[in-house]
């Protein structure tokens, strides 16, 4: 069975004569994370999962690439193009208030 995009709410049209791609989760810890936080609704879906995929849809065009062993790129940011509402955007912790006290 062939992988499509795992993003919530992206019913991407894989039709036709465009090319795509699509990557799975970074092995490293840190970058996992980062990925993980930018991709909204993603608290829903099991982090641990083998198949989660993103196409290169979720990225400009023009996104820093590095070679993984194996010989496939991988892009070196996270994702940061969703078709999707900004109210549905995750979005920063503001800072702690001072406490007045």
Avoid at 9 to 37: H, S, T
Avoid at 48 to 75: E, L, Y
Wanted: charged content about 20%; overall charge positive.
């Amino acid at each position: 069975m062939p992988f499509r995009c795992s993003v919530i709410d992206y019913k991407g049209q894989y039709g036709g004569e465009e090319q795509f791609r699509l990557f799975v989760l970074p092995k490293n810890d840190i970058q996992r994370q980062k990925w993980i936080n930018k991709i909204p609704s993603f608290s829903s879906i099991s982090v641990s999962s083998q198949n989660f995929r993103i196409c290169n849809r979720h990225w400009p065009a023009d996104t820093p690439m590095v070679t993984i062993p194996g010989g496939s790129k991988m892009p070196v940011l996270p994702p940061s193009i969703f078709f999707v509402p900004s109210s549905c955007l995750p979005t920063p912790k503001p800072d702690p208030r001072p406490n007045l006290l």
